[in-house]
């Protein structure tokens, strides 16, 4: 299983972001490795197509692609360690969390800060 951060899942359904075709590429190269989409994350995704009107088809076309894990109930405490010790934004920290958590065995993001916390705690990271 693999995590995606916002950076990556952005840049996929854009087709006038500057990393479009390499996010094309990593999602070519995923196969049919399953992909986790934090709710969280999700909503990051969602505020273009907000803007946009367009909220309700995104939701459902992310909802679709991706796997959505539940959140936890303890999961906030490990999201508030994690920042403190890595100094992520609260998102990348949820990201990192969800990999952890769900033993994903790389994140896929075009975030250097979250690249390097990822590999920092030995998860592997796909850009």
């Given amino acids: 299983m ?5 950076s990556w899942v952005i840049a996929l359904r854009d087709p006038s ?11 070519r190269n995923l196969g049919e490795e399953s992909v986790s989409l934090h709710p969280v994350t999700l909503a990051e995704c969602l505020v273009a197509p907000a803007r946009l009107g367009a909220l309700q088809d995104a939701a459902l076309r992310l909802r679709a692609a991706f796997e959505i894990p539940d ?13 403190a010790e890595t100094g992520l934004r609260l ?3 949820i990201v990192l969390d969800t990999a952890l958590s769900q033993g994903a065995r790389a994140v896929v993001t075009f975030d250097a ?7 920092a705690h030995s998860i592997d990271v796909v850009r």
């Fill in 113 to 119: 800060q979250l690249a390097s916390a990822a590999q």
């Fill in 71 to 83: 959140v936890e109930g303890d999961a906030p405490l490990r999201w508030a360690a994690l920042r």
């Fill in 91 to 93: 998102p990348d920290a």
């Fill in 2 to 6: 693999i995590v995606a951060d916002a």
């Fill in 17 to 27: 972001d500057a990393l479009h075709s390499d996010a094309a590429a990593i999602n």
